[in-house]
């Protein structure tokens, strides 16, 4: 095996030789990835409650404020309560703030990793989108168990939900891939995303129903990937209206362009990482 | 198998500084500086990776044109001081930083332990943190679990394994992680000082898991200032200074060169001129001179702690008839005073005069060491003070069968000690 080192200008694409290198580190993703989840709840006194609070404890405010004082309910325009109607939502919300939040600032908080060992950066961020979606399983089922409660059964088109979640964490990815890389270098990403993820959340329609939004725009609303994500948990776990697939069609796309940039950025700024922090 | 080998050519990398910011005294400066701010902290962030303007004053070339080349089997010392470019150098080597330009091949797997224990967290256990460890050195789980009992034997921590190693005391934490590094099977490894810690039983155990490795035809790059790991290990040494390569060649010749131009103006310093010659209009220096055992002088020789120093200061005195004395203060390289002697006070005339201090074996630490001289009038009036008027460096004096581990204290005393069996 022969490593050549040189400097490195300009754009870096992704190769088939990184693409492999991804794969032989494999186990340390792995190894990351259950690292996080072990430890996230230690020496804390409800553990894995934890991931179940923060979406349950949204939902009872939301239903409180949105569901009585605003009386949102007659908006939603369904006899669905408000409380399933928000919770369905906040379960992919959650996963997708937090998962953006930490992989946002993985780099920085890992620093101690890439200034002393050489592996393939990309996996940094890449971990929290993964280790994540144990909180939202869990989240999921207390969704499922919600809905049994409410007699609420999905239909059919639950078999694409695999499909949504795939967009949620490309969505993910791809923020992540050029926020973590941007914030290393620039702190004010960090307090940038504070209010960003606020402002993500009331742009999509984790609060509001997508009735709010005239038909005819949805496919351009749509470019918002989360927006189709949510409508479409809606549609498959809900199933009182079809899948949007307008709108998930043009969240791939927008996922896609932020995947294949956020690599390219990434790629081209790893090698300064270590230089800058 | 391939020859293995490592190839340096031209390599230099740039690093930006940070440069003391403008001070506004006045309302309307600070605020033209508050709004400008952002364009400027931009910049200055961005220059962080950027090098368009390579002559800025905030410019450090870290490395700058080093080439050398390492073969299989040989294991390279790198010496030089602190700043002189060693852990850029082995961080180009380990990629966790690219060069600003050369190049570097590397033909073997490389691991390289730039600190023990990476990866390393507190709440896991000492076994999920083999596994951390190991794979972020570039092991494979299986791998692991293959050399999962060795590393554990080897670490001496096996009844604590499965205990979270923030229960483990430092030293425990220490050894564990170097077993796993010590357990990887590379070609090459590149190793940063990592021998400074732990205990002695172990760095022993080190070094010698080290000589295996080496012995085993692989390539090693060694970084240390512990010159006498460096002499026990390597079998060829380069030198840095200020980014570049001075000097490649024998391991005992490169550290010859290194500990002599390690003190600044060194051990023995004559001044043929009263006018170069440190002092003021009343003293001057003419020599300062540091002996070992009491008659060789000490320039290009190794003191070591049990040998017995003389520090010997000629001066000229150039007022008649003053009562004085000198006295002494020694101080180690980082600033701490070790001790201060005076001579007796006397009435000296003009003319030259020599003072002699007599330092006995054991006393001094290993450690690097200058001296400040007082010319002190009537015992209470300082008329002369020369600052590092010599300095030298006191050594490790090779210690049989015991390894090398830093001895604590200021001194190093060997006072009459007793151990005998008081009764049944």
Not at chain 1, 29 to 35: A, H, K
Request: hydrophobic fraction near 45%; charged fraction near 20%.
């Amino acid at each position: 095996m022969i490593t050549k080192i040189n400097p490195r200008k300009g754009w870096h694409f992704f190769t088939v030789e990184d693409f492999k290198e991804l794969l032989q580190y494999k186990d340390l993703l792995y190894m990351l990835v259950g690292r996080e989840i072990s430890v996230l709840y230690k020496q804390t006194v409800f553990g894995f409650a934890w991931a179940i609070f923060r979406p349950l404890v949204q939902m009872v405010i939301f239903t409180f404020i949105f569901g009585k004082l605003v009386n949102m309910q007659s908006m939603i325009g369904t006899d669905v309560p408000y409380a399933v109607f928000s919770f369905t939502a906040l379960v992919p919300w959650t996963y997708f703030a937090v998962a953006l939040n930490s992989s946002t600032g993985s780099l920085i908080g890992n620093q101690q990793f890439f200034t002393k060992v050489y592996f393939p950066r990309m996996i940094i961020p890449i971990t929290p989108i993964i280790s994540k979606l144990l909180d939202f399983a869990i989240a999921f089922i207390i969704l499922l168990v919600m809905l049994f409660a409410y007699g609420i059964v999905p239909n059919y088109q639950i078999v694409f939900l695999p499909l949504l979640v795939l967009l949620m964490m490309m969505t993910a990815l791809g923020m992540s891939l050029w926020l973590s890389a941007l914030a290393i270098q620039y702190r004010d990403v960090s307090q940038f995303m504070q209010f960003f993820a606020q402002l993500l959340m009331y742009a999509a329609p984790v609060i509001w129903p997508i009735t709010l939004v005239p038909q005819g725009y949805r496919f351009v609303y749509g470019f918002y990937p989360m927006a189709g994500v949510i409508e479409g948990f809606r549609a498959s776990l809900i199933g009182q209206s079809a899948m949007p697939w307008d709108m998930i069609g043009a969240g791939f796309i927008t996922a896609t362009i932020l995947m294949i940039t956020g690599v390219l950025y990434f790629r081209s700024r790893e090698n300064v990482f270590a230089d800058v922090v | 198998m391939s020859e293995t080998y490592i190839k340096v050519d031209h390599l230099s990398k740039l690093y930006r500084l940070g440069v003391a910011e403008a001070m506004h005294d006045s309302l309307g400066g600070a605020i033209g500086a508050a709004l400008k701010a952002p364009f400027k902290n931009f910049r200055k962030l961005q220059g962080l990776s950027d090098f368009k303007d390579k002559d800025d004053e905030s410019v450090l070339w870290a490395l700058r044109d080093v080439s050398f080349e390492v073969r299989e089997g040989e294991v390279l010392g790198v010496v030089g001081k602190n700043g002189a470019g060693k852990s850029t150098l082995l961080k180009l080597l380990s990629r966790i930083s690219l060069p600003s330009s050369g190049s570097i091949e590397i033909s073997g797997r490389v691991v390289s332990l730039l600190e023990v224990g990476t990866g390393f967290h507190k709440e896991l256990s000492g076994r999920e943190n083999i596994y951390m460890n190991g794979t972020i050195l570039g092991m494979t789980r299986k791998e692991i679990d293959r050399k999962f009992d060795e590393i554990v034997a080897f670490s001496g921590v096996e009844r604590f394994i499965d205990t979270p190693v923030k229960r483990y005391s430092s030293g425990m934490q220490v050894r564990l992680a170097f077993s796993v590094a010590a357990h990887l099977e590379p070609e090459i490894m590149i190793i940063d000082e990592v021998l400074a810690v732990g205990d002695a039983d172990f760095q022993k155990r080190c070094l010698g898991k080290m000589k295996d490795v080496s012995q085993q035809g692989r390539t090693v790059l060694f970084v240390s200032h512990n010159m006498q790991a460096v002499q026990s290990l390597c079998t060829r040494c380069i030198m840095m200074e200020n980014g570049r390569l001075v000097m490649d060649g024998g391991t005992d010749e490169v550290i010859n060169y290194y500990l002599s131009k390690q003190m600044t103006g060194g051990s023995m310093r004559v001044y043929e001129t009263p006018t170069d010659a440190p002092g003021n209009q009343q003293i001057r220096l003419q020599r300062a001179i540091v002996y070992k055992n009491s008659s060789t002088p000490s320039d290009g020789q190794l003191l070591y702690v049990n040998d017995e120093l003389v520090f010997e200061f000629a001066f000229w005195n150039y007022s008649p008839g003053v009562h004085a004395n000198l006295s002494l203060v020694l101080n180690t390289v980082k600033g701490e005073v070790i001790f201060n002697v005076v001579t007796d006070d006397k009435p000296i005339g003009e003319g030259l005069h020599v003072a002699r201090f007599q330092i006995p074996a054991n006393l001094l630490n290993d450690n690097v060491y200058s001296i400040d001289l007082y010319f002190i009038k009537n015992l209470k009036e300082t008329i002369c003070l020369i600052e590092n008027a010599v300095s030298f460096e006191v050594h490790d004096a090779p210690r049989e069968k015991a390894w090398y581990g830093k001895w604590i204290g200021a001194v190093r005393p060997k006072f009459e000690t007793t151990f005998e069996k008081e009764s049944d």
